[in-house]
C-alpha cells in the first residue's frame, strides 16, 4: 500500500528521530527471507534493544540527513531493511 504525503512525513521524523539518538545502523538486504523469518528478526530485534524497520530508501536518506549516519545515503541502494541499534 503506498503512503500518502503525510504518512511519508511520519515515517522520515520517527526514522530521524531513532537516527539522531542511535549508536549504529546496519542496512541489510532482506530478498530471500521468508515472511516466518524477518518475523523472528524482529522480534529479536526488539528483544535486543534494536530498531529495525524496512522503508523506501528516499525516506530513510532524508530521516539521516542531519545525522551522523548522512554519510551512507549515497549507498541505499536495493531493498533493504535499517536497524538502529538502541544500546
Given at each position: 500500500m503506498a503512503l500518502n504525503l503525510n504518512q511519508k512525513k511520519e515515517v522520515v521524523a520517527e526514522l530521524a528521530e531513532v537516527a539522531?539518538?542511535?549508536?549504529?545502523?546496519?542496512?541489510?538486504?532482506?530478498?530471500?527471507?521468508?515472511?516466518?523469518?524477518?518475523?523472528d528478526l524482529r522480534k529479536k530485534a526488539r528483544e535486543s534493544g534494536v530498531y529495525l524497520k524496512v522503508a523506501k530508501n528516499t525516506l530513510v536518506?532524508?530521516?539521516?540527513?542531519d545525522t551522523d549516519y548522512a554519510v551512507v545515503?549515497?549507498?541505499?541502494?536495493?531493498?533493504?531493511?535499517?536497524a538502529f541499534s538502541q544500546e
Open positions: 539522531s539518538k542511535a549508536h549504529s545502523l546496519v542496512a541489510a538486504e532482506y530478498v530471500g527471507l521468508t515472511v516466518s523469518q524477518l518475523t536518506s532524508r530521516a539521516v540527513e545515503q549515497d549507498e541505499l541502494v536495493g531493498p533493504l531493511l535499517y
